[in-house]
């Protein structure tokens, strides 16, 4: 697994951006991805993840009615479209994989991370 996150930028609050998370070795298919975010000065917290099949999408309290997280197993790629940003989403995202099919929020479930991408909402 080789993971590479993409799609972080500046944007204004209340606008949108979507990133994604590309498996370049394409081995992730059976695997639970998750997006987690880490703010400056704050822990790494989970955001969001999705089971091996697409199904049991789970968003952390912050993000919900906000974020969606969905996956394209023909592209190897996890998506997470970030709508109605806020200042306090200012952060430096990562994508991470299990190693089982299903997985939540705990980091400590995930395996391969992913380089991170920022993203930064002005207020």
């Known amino acids: 697994v080789q993971l590479q996150a993409s799609g972080g930028g500046f944007v204004q609050a209340g606008g949108s951006l979507r990133l994604s998370c590309v498996d370049s070795?394409?081995?992730?298919?059976?695997?639970?991805v998750g997006w987690f975010r880490q703010a400056p000065g704050k822990e790494r917290e989970f955001v969001a993840s999705i089971s091996w099949n697409g199904g049991q999408p789970s968003l952390a309290d912050p993000v919900k009615g906000r974020f969606t997280i969905s996956r394209d197993k023909s592209k190897s790629t996890v998506y997470l479209q970030m709508n109605s940003l806020k200042p306090e989403d200012t952060a430096v995202y990562y994508c991470?994989?299990?190693?089982?099919?299903?997985?939540?929020?705990?980091?400590?479930?995930?395996?391969?991370w992913g380089k991170g991408t920022l993203v930064t909402v002005s207020s």
């Open positions: 070795r394409r081995t992730f298919n059976n695997n639970a």
């Open positions: 991470a994989s299990a190693l089982s099919s299903y997985s939540g929020p705990n980091s400590a479930s995930y395996r391969y």
